[in-house]
């Protein structure tokens, strides 16, 4: 028994002592976002899109109005005016369902295009923020359960590294 109480104390000495991991938080998502190729992107968005966006919300306010007049007058209207409202009802909402898709491809075409050419300039500011700090653990906000003490948020600095890299 001795000896095996010696060799656990041997061992014992000769393990390193363990650290704590370095860990920080990083909301990639807001790091990408305040970037100023985002904002740029944002930008050429807008200017591609933007006439479709205001028809949209033009119709949709269209169509309320519409609606709106058909509830409140649609029993004192002859068959046919009640015929025509419903039929630039159904016409205007499906100008409205258009625009929409066509809006919502526009973006998701765009945010795609951007994501892919930033992926490398993202992973080259994060691993300098890495280096830079000695974290060992990376983790998302949303995904910190509990911690003791108020982890260092990263965000910040991984935006300010993507802007200045070529």
């Known amino acids: 028994m001795r000896k095996l109480a010696a060799a656990v104390c041997l061992f014992g000495a000769m393990v390193l ?25 944002l930008s050429q968005l807008e200017q ?5 966006q205001r028809e949209a919300q ?11 007049r058909l509830q409140r007058e649609g029993e004192t209207m002859s068959q046919g005016q009640r015929d025509s409202l419903i039929a ?3 016409e205007k909402g499906s100008r409205f369902e258009q625009l929409r898709r066509e809006v919502l491809q526009a973006q998701q ?11 490398s300039k993202l992973e080259r500011a994060v691993e ?10 990376l983790v998302e906000p949303q995904g910190v359960l509990h911690s003791s003490t108020d ?5 910040n600095e991984v935006t300010q590294i993507f802007d200045s890299l070529n």
Not at 48 to 52: F, K
């Open 17 to 41: 002592p363990a650290h704590a991991a370095e860990v920080a938080v990083l909301d990639w998502r807001a790091a990408l976002m305040n970037t100023q190729s985002a904002q740029s992107s």
């Open 48 to 52: 591609q899109i933007g006439g479709q």
């Open 58 to 68: 033009s119709l949709g306010n269209e169509l309320q109005q519409l609606q709106e």
């Open 88 to 90: 630039e009802l159904q």
């Open 109 to 119: 075409r765009s945010e795609q295009q951007f994501l892919d050419g930033a992926e």
């Open 128 to 137: 300098q923020v890495l280096q830079r700090h000695n974290i060992d653990v």
């Open 151 to 155: 982890l260092p948020n990263v965000t």
